[in-house]
């Protein structure tokens, strides 16, 4: 029992030590103040340049294959959307401003969106036309994902999956038996890991509605949106998951877009 406990208090250790607290982006609104640890190895740079090739490889094969773009329409559609998000991205972090944006439409059954580091969009189509996507609904998906770019929880779990390696290496090296050290990185999975990629979501939740509030489009899309996807179905319990439940996020989403809705009228006007 006391190795098994060394490994997990080591894990959890590590996760810590060496990081830099940082905060990426301003509150806004919707109040995100949480303090972020990142580690010196992960940076902001190196994450960007792997994004802009990974995309642009991605973008390649896409277009090989005739599936980036496939509909004009569409793909303008879209652009317009994100055109009008882009620029709010000031309120959390003036730099995002300088970075090179680029949105594309990807046709894939899959319901799915993502924003790389630096601003690398893509939005597929069956998460248009299987929900049947309204433009406010699209703005909550694209601030969603845009809101992950500008709080790096890509760096913040990179750090995290870094640092919680070396402590297993660590242990082995200390002379702790394999099976204990697994146990402790699912522990660590579990309890932390996990939890922090469910709160890593609720702030791209309360930010994306908060930009698209700010962008003129109505946050209270949010809730439909989510309710649309409960019907989907197949989600894991919630504490085994990276995602908060449907339900969570429906309730969470009822506040934060009452919070931001005088800025919707504002923009309406």
């Known amino acids: 029992m006391k190795l098994k406990q060394f490994a997990i208090v080591l894990l959890g250790a590590v996760s810590v030590a060496g990081c830099q607290t940082v905060n990426t982006t301003s509150g806004g609104l919707v109040g995100i103040d949480r303090q972020q640890q990142m580690s010196p190895l992960v940076s902001s740079e190196s994450l960007t340049q792997q994004a802009t090739l990974t995309y642009s490889k991605l973008l390649g094969k896409e277009a090989g294959q005739g ?37 594309n439409v990807i046709r894939s059954p899959e319901v799915n969106a993502w ?9 597929y189509t069956g998460i248009i036309d299987k929900l049947k996507l309204s433009d406010d609904e699209i703005a909550a998906i694209l601030g969603h994902e845009i809101a992950h ?6 760096r913040e779990q990179a750090s995290e999956q870094s640092l919680v390696q070396l402590g297993m290496l660590g242990a082995q090296i200390g002379g702790v038996g394999g099976g204990t050290v697994n146990m402790a990185g699912q522990l660590y999975k579990v309890g932390v ?12 939740d309360r930010m994306g509605v908060e930009l698209a ?5 109505d946050p209270r899309a949010a809730i439909g949106l989510w309710q649309k996807m409960s019907q989907l179905g197949g989600s894991p319990p919630e504490f085994l998951s990276t995602h908060p439940s449907a339900s969570t996020r429906i309730q969470d989403l009822e506040v934060y877009s009452a919070r931001v809705m005088p800025l919707y009228l504002a923009a309406k006007k």
């Not at 329409?73 to 055109?83: G, L």
């Not at 620029?87 to 995002?96: G, N």
């Not at 890991?193 to 791209?204: D, I, M, Q, Y």
Request: glycine share 6%; hydrophobic share 45%.
């Open 193 to 204: 890991g996990l939890p922090h990629s469910r709160v890593h979501e609720t702030e791209a």
């Open 67 to 103: 599936a980036l773009n496939p509909n004009a329409a569409q793909t303008a559609r879209v652009r317009a959307i994100a055109n009008r998000l882009i620029p709010q991205t000031a309120v959390f972090r003036p730099d995002a401003l300088r970075w090179k944006w680029e949105v």
């Open 149 to 154: 770019a500008l709080r790096e929880h890509a």
């Open 213 to 217: 509030a700010r962008a003129g489009y």
């Open 115 to 123: 924003c790389m580091p630096g601003g690398k969009i893509a939005i």
